[in-house]
């Protein structure tokens, strides 16, 4: 956090003190990080030299609701009413409950996911499902590893090309526990025959747990 911090206040071009920006709160975890975070966020004051736009301010709010589980709900409802356009209000109103400090409103998201209609927009899906995933929270989230594995046939057969890889990458990324790898291994017991080319997806995305 320091050595990125010192980066984000001298470095001499902006694009590097915008990426160890980025970087620093992706991975901003001590309380004096997270507290400088979120003075940042309220007060909408970029550091010195650094450019930030509306996606990084609501990135930002997404990862200072789950840190800050007591302000989660002020966070969003803050955040929301910044938001200007249209279309950001809904994709904001649609990922942020994803980051709810409410587990039950978290299971409700993972639920709506399991809907096709509800992955029309797949950046937002794959988004929301990243959050529900996110390592601050896996220990919660080992529920959803199986659920996501099983829909996969569907997400493939209603989603883009792509998006099957994006869905796991999504689910599993954050994960870094064995109970997470037992999942796995539970579901590729279970599932012997499953498709090949989506069991390769499954096995690419899970490679950093065995």
Excluded at 64 to 85: F, G, S
Excluded at 127 to 152: D, F, T, V, W
Excluded at 155 to 164: A, Y
Aim: proline fraction near 6%.
């Amino acid at each position: 956090e320091q050595v990125l911090w010192q980066i984000v206040a001298t470095a001499e071009q902006p694009q590097q003190r915008l990426q160890a920006f980025r970087y620093y709160r992706s991975i901003a975890r001590s309380p004096e990080a997270v507290g400088r975070l979120y003075a940042l966020w309220k007060d909408g004051k970029a550091p010195a030299g650094c450019s930030l736009s509306e996606n990084d301010y609501i990135n930002l709010s997404y990862g200072l609701a789950i840190q800050m589980p007591d302000k989660a709900d002020e966070i969003v409802a803050t955040q929301q009413a910044r938001i200007t356009n249209p279309d950001r209000k809904r994709q904001y109103a649609f990922i942020s409950p994803s980051v709810s400090p409410r587990k039950e409103v978290r299971d409700s998201v993972f639920a709506s996911l399991l809907v096709a209609g509800n992955r029309r927009v797949e950046p937002w899906a794959s988004a929301a499902l990243s959050n529900l995933n996110c390592q601050l929270r896996q220990k919660e989230a080992i529920g959803y590893i199986r659920p996501a594995l099983e829909a996969m046939p569907e997400v493939q057969r209603t989603g883009d090309i792509f998006f099957p890889t994006a869905w796991v990458r999504s689910l599993l990324s954050a994960h870094t526990s064995k109970e997470a790898r037992k999942e796995v291994d539970a579901f590729f017991t279970a599932h012997p025959d499953f498709p090949l080319m989506l069991s390769n997806k499954i096995k690419q995305q899970a490679s950093h747990l065995y």
